[in-house]
């Protein structure tokens, strides 16, 4: 166990020790830390350190470091960085254990129970799907996407709210142009805002409730260590369980979080998992709203979308350098969730996510309506028919995949409304929500692609889904041609 001391914090093994040693004498730049702490930081392959070592030192030295960290962990036969926090826990847990008491009173058996069942090779298997099951399909997708969306959209803003604010608008402004770009088919209020307000807010608002519910129960660190042999086979391990279920909730900000990844192969690969397959949460809650009412579809769906991940993943894992390195987490206690933090996590989640959204679907409305006058929108759709025809699906849907060119979900809300005009099969549903899920989530998510991991990797990711995704609905709508399925 390491040793605490008057001059350090505490002492490491004498292996550990010897070799942080070695790294903080051949150092002889200047740092804002110390050389220790540095040679420490570096032995965990941390990106910053080594970027400071490599700007303030010579090339030489730099490299010497290098192999001496590669062969100091082939000496010690695990990872440094693993080994260093076991050492640290260690010490924390005897601090601990000398000023700190445990009331085991508070302990509930039954939640200490289900926390391990949680973790449990197969019997965590179920439990994660009672939690898919229950938690998004019937809570966010039935109860939320259809009974509560249905009510918002058709009454509230249908009968009520939209009709006094066209009315008004009519009445006020003469100009033709100005009312249609508020008040008309693609207009800010009656689209822009009645989409954000009426189809997506509902959807969302749930997803960031059942989200909230299992963060604050301890549920998601149980599911990393569930999923990672899993993710292992695809260049992972069970540490990127967060930011791929952080993508459920928002791509954009999923991505910023593989940062916490220890690799950059792990973190390129879980950018373009994330870009390619994780639909968002205002996109999810859509989606299993439209496929609702078509449960075939729905299963195929999902089928499909984790057949493209593994595969994605698999392929990854096998061709971009590097290997994966050890896993480890602090495992907290199962516990009910408290009330207080799954509303305060759950409405700043939606404030976010509104001050991000509502701007981009007044963008899109304004960008449309000039699309209008210049007729520049009717070229785009008349472009896009083909592709969209050749999927098997209708000429009107070509509006909805230009949408889904600004926002998967902006994409999926105008389904929503070809769905609601009976304009769509269960079959046609099916392609059009594989096709949008795989498509690049959003103009946001290029940004930060591009800012995370460089241009030539946004550029490359948004070409590849593109093309991905259209190719993978035109072979599905083939299929399902071919088999005669009525879905």
């Given amino acids: 166990m390491p040793i605490l001391t008057a001059s350090k914090p505490f002492e490491y093994s004498p292996e550990i020790e010897r070799i942080v040693s070695q790294i903080a004498e051949m150092l ?70 000398e000023f700190l008491r445990q009331d085991i009173r508070h302990y509930n058996r039954f ?20 939690v898919l099951y229950f ?9 939320a996407g259809g009974l509560v969306v249905d009510y918002i959209n058709s009454v509230v803003f249908g009968n009520h709210i939209n009709p006094f604010v066209t009315h008004w608008t009519n009445a006020i402004i003469p100009y033709e142009p100005i009312r249609q770009l508020l008040v008309g088919e693609y207009g800010i209020w009656t689209f822009g805002v009645t989409y954000a307000f009426a189809l997506v807010l509902p ?6 409730l059942v989200f909230a519910l299992l963060e604050d129960s301890g549920y998601l660190p149980r599911l990393a260590l569930l999923v990672d042999r899993l993710f292992k086979q695809i260049g992972l391990n069970g540490r990127a369980v967060i930011p791929i279920v952080l993508g459920f909730g928002c791509d954009t900000t999923a991505t910023i979080v593989t940062r916490i990844l220890e690799t950059k192969r792990e973190r390129i690969i879980a950018t373009f998992l ?29 089928l499909i979308l984790t057949g493209v991940f593994l ?32 509303m305060i996590k759950t409405i700043s989640r939606l404030q976010w996510y509104f ?83 795989l498509f690049l989530p959003c103009i946001a998510q290029f940004i930060i692609i591009q800012r ?14 593109a093309f991905f995704a259209i190719s993978v609905g035109i072979i599905l709508n083939q299929i399902i041609l071919r088999l005669g399925m009525h879905l």
């Fill in 28 to 97: 002889k730049g200047t740092y804002q830390l110390s050389h220790r702490t540095v040679a420490i930081l570096v032995l965990q392959y941390d990106k910053d350190a080594n970027d400071w070592v490599k700007q303030s030192e010579n090339e030489e030295v730099y490299d010497s470091i290098t192999k001496l960290v590669i062969q100091a962990e082939k000496e010690l036969k695990e990872p440094i960085g693993y080994r260093i926090a076991l050492e640290r826990q260690a010490v924390s847990s005897a601090l601990a254990g």
């Fill in 111 to 130: 939640l200490q129970f289900t926390g391990r069942l949680c973790m449990h090779p197969i019997w965590g298997i179920p439990i994660l799907f009672v």
């Fill in 135 to 143: 938690g998004l399909y019937k809570f966010v997708g039935v109860f």
């Fill in 203 to 208: 959807i969302v608002g749930f997803f960031f």
């Fill in 274 to 302: 994330l870009s390619l397959v994780i639909p968002c949460s205002a996109q999810l809650g859509v989606i299993l709203a439209l496929l609702a009412d078509h449960q075939s579809a729905l299963w195929v769906w999902g």
């Fill in 311 to 342: 595969l994605a993943g698999f392929l990854a894992g096998r061709l971009t350098p590097g290997k994966a390195p050890g896993f480890y987490m602090e495992i907290p206690p199962m516990r009910m969730p408290s009330f207080s933090n799954v």
């Fill in 355 to 437: 001050m991000e959204v509502l701007p981009i679907f007044i963008y899109a409305s304004i960008l449309i309506w000039v699309g209008q006058l210049t007729h520049l929108f009717d070229l785009a759709i008349r472009c896009i028919k083909p592709i969209v025809q050749a999927m098997g699906l209708p000429a009107e849907a070509s509006t909805a995949f230009l949408f889904g060119f600004f926002r998967r979900d902006y994409g999926a809300a105008g389904l929503y409304s070809l769905h609601g005009a009976h304009q769509l099969n269960g079959n046609q549903l099916l392609i059009a929500a594989v096709v949008l899920t």
């Fill in 452 to 465: 995370e991991r460089g241009l030539r990797m946004a550029l490359g990711v948004a070409c590849f889904t």
